[in-house]
């Protein structure tokens, strides 16, 4: 059994730098047919073009809360699909959580009831051909019981889907677990629990594989809900390690979402610090905390790390509790030196409510960004959108994001000099004449 306790605490960079800017949506999704309280967006994924979007709480098929999964095309916003299971049924919450690859969309459905009461499912669905697609495989867990939560979280990559159900376990104060499926069977080919059994700790509440690392976080671990996060190989269904930060933290829920993509491991810890990290895996026996990092003049209590999602050298972070009536946002941060992630925008909606909760769920790839709203108002109350953000503006000397390098960005550089705050353009912690320089070499129109 190869398996190590990590706490990370070397190389934690709490970043401040980067650009303030906020910018708004290029576009608001809803669905065709959207309905008052579906929670359109409440789980979201994208892949080649094509968003995946849940809404768990939808009515279909002349049934209360089916759940439904829409598939969008991103650049025009159009709706392409709406799926439902095939053996749709009253409560069944398909679209509690998404995930996408290779044409092939996992969809949870958390209270489905077919192995008991609530005990969850899971759906492969077959999208290469987005206007038709069809179901391959229902999966269910061999040691389902009653009232457990198979389903709250997904994540695929290639032949391997994980499925998480937090509070899975036959004692009163139940673990959790997670499932490696083939993805082109549906054959269950292990049962990920954590080697220390920790009750309530919600193991298998978030989700992540790439490769042969699967990521499963447990936000709820610790006697004070430190929470942590563990590695496992989907090969085997051998834990590699278990991480939690030091020094530890009362009600950091770190785990509460995860992603990975190759060697890079993002963490969201929403708690009561508001963060999230970076770790290396490239040796997953002994993963190294690169950073951990906040938004820049960020809030007590945003929700910042309650969903994160990774493409390349970007990373979103979601913060749904952000603003006085929990308006929400979503966090956009270059990480090529992941030792130091900078802030690029923080987003938001034009015609912002409260309750929005943008950013309950993220997903980037290539130029696009998406933030979601659960309880969008538009076009009935709480119906729920996909948020479409632009993942490639760059211009970091426009600090008020109006587009234009000007007498406006300068004051700002000038009101924060020797400050590392907004204007810290070359991200040495200060702001200098060197910041200087380069809003002065920038100045005019963004290109």
């Given amino acids: 059994m190869i398996f190590s306790l990590v706490f990370c605490s070397l190389f934690v960079v709490v970043t401040a730098f980067g650009s303030t800017c906020i910018r708004n949506e290029e576009r608001i999704i809803t669905a065709d047919d959207a309905g008052s309280g ?163 700790a919600w193991f298998g509440h978030s989700v992540g594989v790439s490769g042969n690392i699967a990521v499963i976080g447990a936000p709820r671990d610790g006697s004070l809900d430190h929470g942590s996060v563990y590695l496992f190989d989907v090969t085997s269904g051998e834990q590699l390690a278990k991480i939690i930060v030091d020094p530890l933290q009362d009600f950091e829920y770190l785990g509460q979402s995860v992603a990975i993509e190759g060697d890079i491991v993002v963490v969201g810890a929403p708690g009561d610090f508001d963060r999230a990290f970076l770790f290396d895996v490239s040796d997953p026996t002994n993963p190294v905390q690169l950073s951990s990092f906040e938004p820049i003049n960020g809030s007590t209590y945003d929700g910042f790390g309650n969903a994160v999602a990774i493409d390349d050298e970007l990373v979103i972070v979601g913060a749904e509790s952000d603003g006085g009536h929990s308006e929400g946002a979503a966090y956009l941060f270059d990480i090529s030196d992941p030792t130091q992630p900078r802030q690029i925008v923080k987003w938001t909606l034009d015609d912002i409510e409260a309750s929005s909760h943008l950013g309950f769920s993220v997903a980037v790839e290539g130029a696009y960004g998406l933030a979601c709203s659960r309880w969008y108002d538009e076009p009935v109350s709480k119906a729920g959108a996909v ?14 994001c109006d587009e234009i390098v000007g007498d406006n960005d300068l004051l700002s550089l000038l009101n924060n000099w020797g400050t590392a705050g907004g204007g810290d353009l070359n991200f040495d912690g200060t702001i200098n004449v060197l910041d200087l320089l380069l809003l002065l070499a920038a100045w005019g129109p963004c290109m």
């Fill in 38 to 200: 579906d929670w359109l967006g409440f789980s979201v994924a994208f892949k080649s073009g094509i968003v995946v979007a849940g809404a768990p709480e939808h009515d279909g098929s002349g049934l209360i809360r089916t759940g439904a999964v829409y598939l969008f095309d991103v650049a025009t916003g159009t709706q392409l699909a709406k799926i439902m299971a095939d053996d749709v049924s009253h409560g069944q919450n398909l679209g509690s959580s998404v995930a996408v690859d290779n044409g092939i969309v996992l969809a949870g459905a958390m209270d489905d009831d077919q192995a008991g009461f609530t005990a969850g499912a899971a759906y492969l669905f077959d999208i290469t051909t987005p206007s038709a697609p069809t179901q391959l495989h229902k999966l269910i867990a061999s040691d389902a019981e009653s009232h457990d939560e198979f389903g709250v979280a997904v994540a695929i990559d290639g032949n391997v889907a994980i499925v998480g159900d937090d509070i899975h376990g036959q004692q009163a104060q139940p673990s959790g677990a997670a499932y490696v499926f083939d993805v082109e069977t549906g054959a269950e080919l292990y049962i990920l629990t954590p080697e220390d059994m920790p009750q309530l």
């Fill in 387 to 400: 948020v479409v953000f632009d993942a490639l503006y760059r211009c970091e000397a426009d600090l008020d």
